[in-house]
C-alpha cells in the first residue's frame, strides 16, 4: 500500500536490518526499543490492524505468533519471558496503521499494562 511505512520496509524500499524474513513476514528492531528486547513481526501483506484481518488472514495470523516465538527464543528471552502486543485502533494506542505484533522482553514488565 502506497505511503505505509511497514509496506516499505517488509517490501524493501525503505533499507532496513531484517532479523528473519520469509514469504510472509519480516522482523524487525523497534525504532523506539522500549524494553532491553523490542522486535516488531511485520506481515508482508497490508492489512491495517488486527480489526481488519480476515477469515483469510487465519494461517498469517498464526504465523505471526508463531515467528514471535521463534524470535523470542532466538533473542534469548523465552526461559525468562516475554510480552506479545498488539496495539488496535485508537484506544488500543496503534500509531502504524499496517498490523504488527511488538516482541518485548529482556528485564521484568509490570504487571499491569494501564
Ligand atoms: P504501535 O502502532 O503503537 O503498535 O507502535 C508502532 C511501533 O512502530 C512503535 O513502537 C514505533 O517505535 C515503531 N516504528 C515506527 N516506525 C518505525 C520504523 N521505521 N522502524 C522500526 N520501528 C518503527
Ligand atoms: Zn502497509
Not at 513481526?41 to 505468533?65: C, W
Given at each position: 500500500?502506497?505511503?505505509?511505512?511497514?509496506?516499505?520496509?517488509?517490501?524493501?524500499?525503505?533499507?532496513?536490518?531484517f532479523?528473519?524474513?520469509?514469504?510472509?513476514?519480516?522482523?524487525?528492531?523497534?525504532?523506539?526499543?522500549?524494553?532491553?528486547?523490542?522486535?516488531?513481526?511485520?506481515?508482508?501483506?497490508?492489512?491495517?490492524?488486527?480489526?481488519?484481518?480476515?477469515?483469510?488472514?487465519?494461517?498469517?495470523?498464526?504465523?505471526?505468533?508463531?515467528?514471535?516465538?521463534?524470535?523470542?527464543?532466538?533473542?534469548?528471552?523465552?526461559?525468562?519471558?516475554?510480552?506479545?502486543?498488539?496495539?488496535t485502533?485508537?484506544?488500543?494506542?496503534?500509531?502504524?496503521?499496517?498490523?504488527?505484533?511488538?516482541?518485548?522482553?529482556?528485564?521484568?514488565?509490570?504487571?499491569?499494562?494501564?
Amino acid at each position: 500500500m502506497e505511503d505505509c511505512i511497514f509496506c516499505k520496509i517488509a517490501q524493501g524500499q525503505i533499507p532496513s536490518t531484517f532479523l528473519y524474513e520469509d514469504d510472509q513476514v519480516v522482523v524487525i528492531n523497534d525504532i523506539n526499543p522500549q524494553t532491553p528486547v523490542h522486535m516488531l513481526v511485520l506481515p508482508k501483506k497490508h492489512i491495517q490492524s488486527l480489526a481488519a484481518a480476515q477469515e483469510e488472514d487465519r494461517d498469517l495470523l498464526g504465523h505471526m505468533l508463531m515467528t514471535a516465538k521463534n524470535m523470542a527464543r532466538e533473542r534469548g528471552v523465552a526461559e525468562s519471558g516475554y510480552r506479545i502486543i498488539v496495539n488496535t485502533g485508537r484506544d488500543g494506542a496503534q500509531t502504524v496503521q499496517h498490523l504488527h505484533m511488538h516482541i518485548m522482553g529482556g528485564k521484568q514488565l509490570p504487571e499491569q499494562m494501564v
